[in-house]
């Protein structure tokens, strides 16, 4: 569906300028908020990507990473998962989000019962009384204290009971608060939600309107894909509210087919003061919300990422789980990681020029010493001429 005509920019912002304000915005450019921490990340990010995939670390543990350094696990974990402070539920795909964003969703568990189905699984309606029933009495528990999650040992074979689970979790009855050993612990929203956001029932053009304005303030600057994107909403959604987010309209330069202007939306408190500070060297889970877009990824940065994991393996041209390096504001090269023991051993790197090799060995280095490695093993360079340089880096 065509865009509806945008109003009049407010500014015209370079390309260089709109990176640096989209970093900022995901807090990787400037002083991180150590004191606020994980929390305070997650609110501001609005969203954080799961996934079952874990290489270094779960992406949801690389995502903080990134932004505040060698924070611990343990405390990643805390933060995410204890004292009711979050929620899991279907943004930008499967994520963590902040408690307070639960009646923010209000409209997507509506259009959930509406359809009556999750995925075009049914169910009947004595199985999901009796889990909701279970879960009232036995307080939270994963789909394998509810009777099994599988009919048999196929990925998506789901029993009944999972289903119906699932489904109250769509619809809003069930709520995910925590994980454990990677399984969701299911508890009736009504118990583990507080009283004033589990009761709150906004419309669904004040849940929009305010998503919209969330993504807005963590991308920064974002075209209407980006925005439609970031919580994968519908065009219609987000042409009905973006003129009364709070966003303001504004022109990108070089965003647009062949390097023309682009219309775009900015946060205003992006546009207030320039986008300067410290860099962050660091390399990025595939599903990190600086990049999880992934034409925004290529017109921002220059860097068309896929995730390679489920390619054959023949086919793979970066690795099955290559990270993007991002140094100096930029993208300039990927890492395929893995762990052998105390060792991270780069089973593939690929980088853009010479001079990057620094930020390179800094990057693995502290990757390393975080997920409780000692040593750095290179396996395949792209560039063979620079392992010397980067292996006396990493040695030093």
């Given at each position: 569906m065509p865009a509806a005509p945008a109003p009049s920019p407010v500014a015209t912002l370079s390309a260089d300028e709109a990176r640096r304000i989209a970093l900022r915005a995901q807090g990787l450019l400037g002083a991180p908020d150590r004191r606020g921490g994980v929390r305070a990340m997650l609110r501001h990010l609005?969203?954080?990507?799961l996934d079952t995939i874990s290489v270094l670390a779960r992406s949801h543990e690389l995502v903080p990473y990134a932004r505040l350094g060698a924070v611990g696990r343990p405390a990643v974990e805390a933060a995410y998962w204890s004292a009711g402070t979050t929620f899991e539920y279907w943004s930008h795909a499967a994520c963590i989000l902040p408690v307070e964003e639960w009646p923010l969703f209000a409209f997507r568990r509506r259009r959930y019962r509406e359809?009556?189905?999750?995925?075009?699984?049914?169910?009947?309606?004595?199985?999901?009384?009796?889990?909701?029933?279970?879960?009232?009495?036995?307080?939270?528990?994963?789909?394998?204290?509810?009777?099994?999650a599988k009919k048999t040992a196929d990925w998506w074979d789901w029993s009944d009971t999972k289903i119906a689970v699932e489904r109250a979790l769509a619809f809003g009855d069930v709520v995910c608060a925590e994980r454990r050993g990677w399984k969701r612990v299911y508890a009736l929203a009504e118990q583990a939600v507080p009283a004033e956001l589990f009761h709150a029932e906004p419309t669904d053009e004040e849940c929009l309107?305010?998503?919209?304005?969330?993504?807005?303030?963590?991308?920064?600057?974002?075209?209407r894909a980006d925005l439609l994107d970031y919580h994968r909403l519908r065009p219609e959604q987000v042409d009905a509210v973006v003129a009364d987010s709070g966003?303001?309209?504004?022109?990108?330069?070089?965003?647009?087919p062949a390097g023309s202007t682009a219309a775009a939306w900015a946060d205003p408190?992006?546009?207030?003061?320039?986008?300067?500070?410290?860099?962050?060297?660091?390399?990025l889970s595939?599903?990190?919300?600086?990049?999880?877009?992934?034409?925004?990824?290529e017109r921002i940065f220059g860097m068309l990422h896929k995730l390679e994991a489920y390619t054959p393996k023949h086919k793979r041209v970066h690795g099955y789980f290559a990270m993007p390096l991002l140094a100096g504001g930029r993208l300039v090269g990927r890492v395929d990681p893995a762990r052998?023991?105390?060792?991270?051993?780069?089973?593939?790197?690929?980088?853009?020029?010479a001079r990057h090799v620094e930020a390179l060995a800094a990057?693995?280095?502290?990757?390393?010493?975080?997920?409780?490695?000692?040593?750095v093993r290179v396996e395949a360079l792209h560039d063979e001429s620079l392992r010397p340089a980067l292996e006396g880096l990493l040695d030093g």
């Open positions: 609005g969203s954080v990507q359809r009556n189905h999750v995925w075009g699984q049914q169910v009947d309606e004595a199985t999901y009384r009796g889990v909701l029933a279970r879960l009232r009495t036995d307080g939270p528990l994963t789909s394998t204290e509810l009777g099994g309107r305010t998503l919209v304005a969330q993504s807005g303030a963590a991308l920064g600057v974002a075209t966003l303001v309209p504004v022109e990108v330069a070089g965003w647009g408190a992006a546009l207030a003061a320039a986008a300067r500070g410290r860099h962050r060297t660091t390399l595939p599903f990190d919300s600086l990049i999880w877009d992934r034409p925004r990824t052998e023991g105390r060792t991270l051993v780069a089973r593939q790197i690929s980088l853009d020029a990057a693995l280095r502290e990757a390393a010493a975080w997920v409780g490695c000692d040593a």
